[in-house]
């Protein structure tokens, strides 16, 4: 069962645009929400990441909006670059201190010039 | 930085293989993971393991298993290789300690013919 669910699968925007990637989840015992970000031919590396007790966390043009009630989050990206087309995985993590993520489904976005 | 090396980028097997996927990070990282990378379907965990010697199963399993030996080492097997696992493979390490941040290799590209 996919216990983190993301949209849009793909998404285009002009340079300068704010994409919007959602991601909903199941799991109210999920305790730390990041976001990562991948390049082609490389892994996915860590681009922010947000607590269930904060509504909001910007860093950079990266900013998250946490739902709790709702169980959703989204990233927004501001003024998007051409060098912001990657990947995108939301992520949820359990109780505890495993470690373990899901992910969700990922996000390609493409900005153009 | 941290670093996580997978041994190989790109692999091609046959049907019936036994498949070796070497990990190796140099952090000290308590926790180490194996995910799949499919188009639409996001990362999927395949196994974790939390400390030397000890190993969870993740979401799909079915057709791999893992060693880990050492702290630093982290290898997934696939005990008969099958063309439906031809796939994007990525290991991760984490800390066992709040914060959470994984680091990923660069991926392994696996196509079984």
């Known amino acids: 069962q996919q216990q983190v669910k993301q949209s849009p699968q793909s998404l285009i925007v002009q340079k300068g645009g704010i994409p919007i990637i959602n991601c909903a989840y199941e799991?109210?015992?999920?305790?730390?929400f990041p976001w990562y970000q991948q390049f082609p031919g490389k892994g996915p590396a860590l681009l922010i990441a947000?607590?269930?007790?904060?509504s909001e966390k910007k860093e950079g043009r990266f900013t998250i909006s946490f739902n709790k009630s709702a169980k959703q989050f989204s990233l927004h990206i501001m003024d998007s670059q051409p060098g912001d087309s990657a990947t995108y995985f939301c992520?949820?993590?359990?109780?505890?201190?495993?470690?373990?993520?899901?992910f969700g489904q990922g996000t390609t976005l493409q900005v153009k010039p | 930085d941290v670093k996580v090396t997978q041994s190989s980028r790109y692999l091609v097997k046959r049907t019936g293989e036994k498949v070796f996927l070497e990990c190796v990070q140099d952090?000290?990282?308590?926790?180490m993971f194996w995910y799949r990378q499919d188009p639409g379907l996001g990362l999927r965990l395949i196994y974790f393991s939390y400390d030397v010697k000890m190993k969870e199963k993740g979401d799909i399993p079915e057709g791999y298993s893992v060693s880990r030996e050492k702290k630093e080492r982290f290898s997934l097997i696939l005990e008969s290789a099958s063309t439906n696992q031809t796939s994007m493979y990525l290991c991760?390490?984490?800390?066992?300690?709040?914060?959470?941040?994984?680091?990923f290799g660069q991926g392994t590209r696996l196509t079984v013919v």
């Open positions: 991760a390490s984490s800390p066992g300690t709040v914060g959470l941040k994984a680091f």
């Open positions: 947000i607590r269930p007790d904060v």
């Open positions: 992520a949820a993590h359990g109780s505890g201190n495993t470690g373990k993520l899901i």
């Open positions: 952090m000290d990282h308590e926790n």
């Open positions: 799991n109210t015992a999920f305790d730390y």
